[in-house]
Every structure is written in structure tokens, then in C-alpha cells.
């Protein structure tokens, strides 16, 4: 019976997270991403998502929006260097995931080892990243169909309050960052450090509206 046994522990492999299933069961996948970090098939999944989000931002968005606000000679420069910009915007999109989840791995780590959770692993934060920000993705893709579609400034997601309240100029900057996917995502990433790196819930709430925060400043000064 105990051989039995054994052999039955043995056989037993942890079931696999699923991308999509963040979406409808995300408590469930990152029990799974706890005790089944992948790393290979999400990266490659993720980084296609915003591939696809910023091809259709880089490539079919209207200038126009842009010349409107430049003066003649500064549209003359956006003219030379308009192809360049959108190769940025695709090759952003290539490395996005993969720099992302990286930088939030090792900050993570970090926080977990002075918190004094030995169990955290690189592999376990990466990984939960990268399930993370499928939900980013998403909306990276939505808003840049909906850009597309309108000939919309890609600054400002449809999904924020910057086009609900109709804001411009520097509250529209500000206003830009508070938008639904954006949310969500916090949402669920407080969930994944709860659940992966085993945080309570102020240091977990804590650490990832700072780092989310952060993020949001440097790209608020890229704009």
C-alpha cells in the first residue's frame, strides 16, 4: 500500500495556469502559477498579444492628431522621422512583457527576501508577471483597435477617464493612467502576491500601488 502510495505522489503533476483563464478564474491560475510556474509559453503568448496591439497602434494610427498640435517646422520633423516612430511604437510593443516582468520579478524579490518569505522564488514572481499582464495586454489590444478605428491620440485609452470626462492638456495626462484595465490589473496582481509570494494584504497592497505608481510617473514623463 505504500508503494502505492508513493508511486501515486510521484505520478502527481500540479495542473498548468492558463492565460485565459486569468481572465475568468484568476484566484484558480495563480494557485496554479504558485505551485506550476511557467515561464517559455506565456512570455512567447504575451509578447504576440502586445505584438499584435502595437502593430495596429504603430500602423494604422491617423497622424493627424499630432500635426494639429505642431507648428510648421516641428511637423516637418514628425514627417521625416513619422516611419521611425512607428517602428518604436512595434519594437516597444516586442519588448514590453518580457523587460516588464523582469523588472517586476526582481523588485518583487526584493520585497519578498527583506520581508523574509524564503520560499519566493525569481521563477514563481516572473512567471506570475507575466500571467499578470495578459490583462494589460488586453487592453493594449482594445485600445489600439479603438484608436484605430477613431484616429484617436493612443495616449489617451478609451477606457479612461480622460475620455470620459473629455479632459485635455496635462489633466488629460494625468487622467489617461486612471483607466479600467489598468485597474484591474492591480486588482489581481495584489491577489498574485498574496497568493505566490504569500504577502499580507497591507504589504501587498502596499508595494504594488507604489511600484505600479512609479511606473506610471516615468511614463507620464516619456509623454
Known amino acids: 500500500m505504500s508503494e502505492v502510495k508513493v508511486s501515486s505522489e510521484e505520478n502527481f503533476k500540479p495542473e498548468k495556469p492558463s492565460l485565459l483563464g486569468m481572465v ?4 484558480e491560475q495563480l494557485e496554479r502559477v504558485k505551485g506550476n510556474p511557467k515561464v517559455l509559453v506565456p512570455l512567447l503568448l504575451v509578447t504576440l498579444l502586445y505584438t499584435i496591439g502595437a502593430a495596429i497602434t504603430a500602423f494604422g494610427m491617423d497622424s493627424t492628431w ?9 511637423a516637418q ?9 512607428r517602428v518604436m511604437i ?4 516586442l519588448l514590453v512583457p518580457l523587460i516588464g516582468a523582469l523588472i517586476f520579478a526582481v523588485v518583487f524579490l526584493i520585497v519578498a527576501k527583506a520581508a523574509g518569505k524564503a520560499n519566493v522564488t525569481f521563477k ?14 488586453l487592453g493594449f489590444l482594445f485600445n489600439g483597435i479603438m484608436t484605430t478605428v477613431f ?7 478609451f477606457t479612461s477617464l480622460a475620455v470620459l470626462m473629455q479632459a485635455e492638456g496635462k489633466l488629460a495626462i494625468v487622467l489617461a493612467t486612471i483607466e479600467v484595465f ?7 496582481t495584489v491577489l498574485g502576491v498574496r497568493k505566490v509570494a504569500e504577502f499580507n494584504a497591507g504589504l501587498a497592497w502596499a508595494s504594488v500601488i ?4 512609479i511606473g506610471i510617473f516615468i511614463s507620464l514623463i516619456g509623454v
Not at 514563481?124 to 495586454?137: A, N, R
Not at 489598468?182 to 489581481?188: C, D, S
Not at 507604489?210 to 505608481?213: A, D, K, P, Q
Request: charged content about 10%; aromatic content about 14%.
Open 90 to 93: 512595434l519594437v516597444t510593443g
Open 77 to 85: 520633423f514628425f514627417a521625416e522621422i513619422e516611419g521611425f516612430m
Open 24 to 27: 475568468f478564474s484568476p484566484g
Open 182 to 188: 489598468t485597474i484591474w490589473q492591480i486588482i489581481v
Open 124 to 137: 514563481k514572481l516572473y512567471s506570475l508577471s507575466l500571467f499578470v499582464s495578459v490583462i494589460g495586454g
Open 210 to 213: 507604489i511600484y505600479t505608481v
Open 66 to 74: 499630432i500635426l494639429q498640435e505642431l507648428g510648421p517646422d516641428e
Open 151 to 157: 484616429g484617436a491620440n493612443p495616449n489617451t485609452p
